[in-house]
């Protein structure tokens, strides 16, 4: 597989992710931080983070798909991806173990991913 079909792949687990966040999330919200995603409050943060994962998988596929400008977008999604890897271990003891466990591998998987398509799309 090249590496602009994986980019694509990329983009749109994110678009996919990313509206099941925004779109429902108390249901999927709790998959990741248990069942603190049922507060309002939390849903607030969730759909935002949901969005944020909606537009940049748009772009990024938008990008991919006319063959430049993706590199900004796989950079983006890789720092949210850190940034996602980041706040699940800051919080680690006040979230679901298997949670922590998913979200680590997904998060640190998909930044590195990012990372190096950067590099071939480039």
């Known amino acids: ?3 602009r079909t ?3 792949l990329q ?5 996919v992710i990313g509206a099941g966040f925004a779109l429902a999330p108390a249901r999927t919200g709790g998959a990741w931080i248990g069942s603190a995603a049922r507060r309002p ?10 969005a944020r994962d909606l537009a940049i ?11 430049h400008g993706a590199v900004p977008w796989l950079r983006a999604g890789a720092l949210a991806d850190a940034a996602d890897l980041a706040a699940t271990l800051r919080a680690r003891e006040h979230l ?3 949670a922590v466990v998913a ?3 997904l998060a640190t998987g998909s930044a590195l991913l990012g990372l190096w398509l950067s590099r071939e799309l480039d």
């Not at 983009?11 to 678009?15: D, E, F, H, I, Y």
């Not at 998988?57 to 063959?67: D, F, T």
Request: net charge positive; hydrophobic share 50%; glycine share 18%.
């Open 1 to 3: 597989m090249d590496a």
């Open 6 to 8: 994986l980019a694509r």
């Open 11 to 15: 983009a749109l687990g994110r678009v």
């Open 41 to 50: 409050g939390a849903q607030v943060t969730i759909s935002a983070f949901g």
């Open 57 to 67: 998988g748009l772009g990024a596929a938008y990008a991919v798909g006319q063959g």
């Open 96 to 98: 679901p173990r298997l």
């Open 103 to 105: 979200v680590s591998t």
